[in-house]
């Protein structure tokens, strides 16, 4: 008989796509898996790359599942007003095993009160601002405090996921799925973080990001 690992992960309207992709690709491959796309409303959510992924969970029908996963997204300012979504990443953290964001998903962890005192990380972009919940920001791609994962930006996701699955079901299936899935990162360019890009890069970033705001 195989025991089901139920693994809750919050979608909004606007969430990044990667976000949600990534690490799901890699924890579905753990034998005995079960992910449930979880919103306050059902229904299709509209990511930040136009494809839609569909809620097929209310809040209130999550009970105590062992992996919270939040990811990020420009679509956490709206979620960010909202208490009951708060709440509830808080309430079913208090019961998880495992509770990880990717990118921005770690400033909801911050805002439900999760982050206080514990090492974290999120995109490069907003880590000053997990000082703003107590936590300790880390320039790292991925940060192991206790129960809480949390990785930096987008990408960043998918080491996140090969990380817990090493937690969950050892180091021999985390390396049979990434090889499963080649994840043999060999990027062109050696530009992926704001210490590697070259000035002009920032800055093009940079104003992007402030005109978005």
Same mark, same amino acid.
């Given at each position: 008989m195989i025991v089901l690992m139920e693994i809750a992960v919050l979608i909004f309207d606007n969430v990044n796509a990667l976000d949600v992709a990534g690490p799901c690709e890699v924890?579905?491959?753990? @034998?005995?898996?079960?992910?449930?796309?979880? !919103?306050?409303?059902?229904? /299709?959510?509209?990511?930040?790359?136009?494809?839609?992924?569909? $809620?097929?969970?209310?809040? #209130?029908?999550?009970? #105590? /599942?062992?992996?919270?996963? *939040? @990811?990020?997204?420009?679509?956490?300012? !709206?979620? $960010?007003?909202?208490?009951? *979504?708060? %709440?509830?990443?808080?309430?079913?953290? %208090?019961?998880?095993?495992?509770?990880?964001?990717?990118?921005?998903?770690? *400033? +909801?962890?911050?805002?439900?009160?999760?982050?206080?005192?514990?090492? $974290?990380?999120?995109?490069?972009?907003?880590? @000053?601002? +997990?000082n703003d919940f107590g936590a300790k920001p880390q320039k790292k791609r991925v940060v192991i405090d206790g129960k809480v994962i949390t990785s930096a930006g987008v990408s960043a996701g998918i080491d996140m996921a090969l990380y817990l699955t090493k937690l969950i079901a050892g180091e021999t299936t985390a390396k049979a799925i990434q090889l499963a899935l080649e994840y043999d990162p060999a990027p062109p360019f050696n530009a992926g973080s704001p210490d590697k890009a070259p000035k002009e890069i920032l800055q093009l970033v940079m104003k992007k990001a402030a005109q978005r705001l």
């Open positions: 924890l579905s491959k753990i @034998p005995g898996t079960i992910i449930k796309y979880v !919103s306050k409303e059902t229904g /299709p959510k509209l990511t930040d790359i136009g494809i839609k992924f569909t $809620a097929d969970y209310t809040l #209130e029908r999550i009970k #105590e /599942p062992e992996i919270l996963l *939040v @990811p990020g997204g420009h679509g956490i300012e !709206s979620v $960010a007003d909202d208490s009951s *979504v708060l %709440n509830w990443i808080n309430q079913k953290h %208090n019961t998880s095993t495992w509770t990880a964001s990717v990118c921005t998903g770690a *400033v +909801l962890l911050g805002m439900a009160g999760i982050l206080k005192g514990l090492d $974290a990380t999120t995109h490069w972009m907003r880590l @000053p601002s +997990l």
